[in-house]
């Protein structure tokens, strides 16, 4: 069992950067690949960014793989997920989640992940 607290969402101005942290309780939190998604309201959860997923270190959606640095610091079960140049597109609720995926497919999807945090709200005004 995982347990994920994600925080440092908040309300930013466009081209501002902002750091999240995916805080994970466990002993075999090191075991489990880590994405983060991100969800608007009527949308569908989007793909971010994973790291430690089966096939490689990490993995970012293409548009993103610029402006947001995925890292892991297993040693106090955290990841991060640095965001910059930010835009009002970037504003939604942001997740962490826990889970092995083991293709690129399945990294991407919010279906193969077996724990999930509570998010974290990130507002970009423009």
């Known amino acids: 069992q995982v347990q994920l607290v994600e925080s440092g969402g908040g309300l930013v101005q466009a081209g501002d950067s902002l750091k999240l942290s995916c805080a994970g309780s466990?002993?075999?939190?090191?075991?489990?690949?880590i994405g983060w998604f991100r969800q608007v309201p009527g949308k569908e959860r989007e793909f971010v960014a994973a790291?430690?997923?089966?096939?490689?270190?990490?993995y970012y959606k293409f548009s993103l793989k610029d402006r947001f640095i995925i890292s892991r610091d297993n040693a106090n079960n955290t990841v991060y997920l640095q965001m910059s140049s930010l835009n009002p597109e970037d504003t939604a609720v942001y997740y962490c989640a826990a889970g092995t995926p083991k293709s690129h497919v399945q990294v991407t999807s919010p279906s193969d992940y077996d724990y999930w945090g509570q998010g974290t709200q990130v507002t970009v005004s423009s």
């Open positions: 466990g002993r075999t939190f090191s075991n489990y690949a």
């Open positions: 790291i430690g997923w089966f096939g490689g270190g990490t």
